[in-house]
């Protein structure tokens, strides 16, 4: 079983999301020892944005990146997200990853009916989200775990999970007690994967 984790958050060390998304893999590693992980720090390695030079291919080294990161996606039995909540959106360095896995013919299709058909199903995607202020569910601000939600499940995987700290920002009390709720609120991984 293989999980893919991923970390966006410019915050380094500071970041919540950061924290979050490690302690799920850990609950991961701890519940499946034999689980494969791959790792990949957006911020520190970000995948190019698209251009038009990536989609004609013009750079048979950028391709071939591009080609291993869809790959590394489309491998993954589960991917847990680090996703901050930047600009009432995701951090640009995980919207270039976004990017490089929303593949037409690869990862969904349009039908001659019209319809759209996700080709990626059977994956969990666990999101650790963290939010400086207060939106809750399904708020019109949110272009984060909506869009999030949106992206997946146009992939055709809706097994999307939020592990959320919000109103980090506030103060340092806030903060803890956020992280404290999101720590516990981490599910089970085992819930699918037995
Ligand atoms: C560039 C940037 C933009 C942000 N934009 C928002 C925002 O629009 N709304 C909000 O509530 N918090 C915003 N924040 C606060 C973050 O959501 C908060 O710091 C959260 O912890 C981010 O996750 P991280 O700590 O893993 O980076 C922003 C923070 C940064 C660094």
Known sequence: MKLLHLDSSALGANSVTRELSAAIVTRWQEALPELRVEYRDLDV?????????????????????????????????????????YNFSIPSTLKA????????????RYTAEGVQQGLAGGKRVIVASGRGGQYGDGNPADFQEAYLRQVFGFLGVHDVEIVRAEGVAYSPQHRADALAAAHAAIGQPLRKAA
């Open 45 to 85: 390695d970000p995948v190019p944005h698209l251009t038009g030079r990536s989609l004609a291919k013009a750079d048979p080294i950028e391709a071939a990146a591009a080609e291993r990161v869809l790959q590394q996606f489309l491998a993954a039995d589960v991917v847990v997200i680090g996703a901050p909540f």
């Open 97 to 108: 990853w976004i990017d490089r896995i929303a593949i037409s013919g690869r990862t969904f």
